[in-house]
């Protein structure tokens, strides 16, 4: 009878062991990926905004140019701007 409880100590301590050191493991494998994600989350979304503040930088560059290109090219038939009377051409 000692022995057979003895056995069975031996075989419920160590499952028991054995379990929790698995639900240990799982958590911190678990933890670890939630943190790795959201990281990686992180740097994905930082990359966008710089990326899309690039964009909006380069488009107002092409809008100034364009203005500019607008504002100097002399068209057939446009009208001229209103100079001043005294204005030496």
């Known amino acids: ?12 301590t160590t ?3 054995f379990y929790q050191r698995w639900e240990k493991e799982q ?3 678990q ?4 943190r ?9 979304e930082k990359e966008l905004k710089n990326f899309e503040d690039h964009q909006q930088r380069e488009l107002a560059k092409v809008k100034l140019l364009l ?11 446009r009208p001229r701007k209103k100079e001043s009377l005294f204005a030496w051409a």
């Open 1 to 12: 009878m000692v022995v057979k409880d003895n056995l069975n100590f031996r075989i419920r």
């Open 15 to 17: 499952l028991k062991e």
């Open 27 to 29: 958590a911190e494998f």
């Open 31 to 34: 933890a670890k990926r939630e």
């Open 36 to 44: 790795e994600l959201r990281q990686f989350q992180e740097r994905r």
């Open 67 to 77: 203005e500019e290109i607008s504002e100097s090219y002399d068209a057939p038939g």
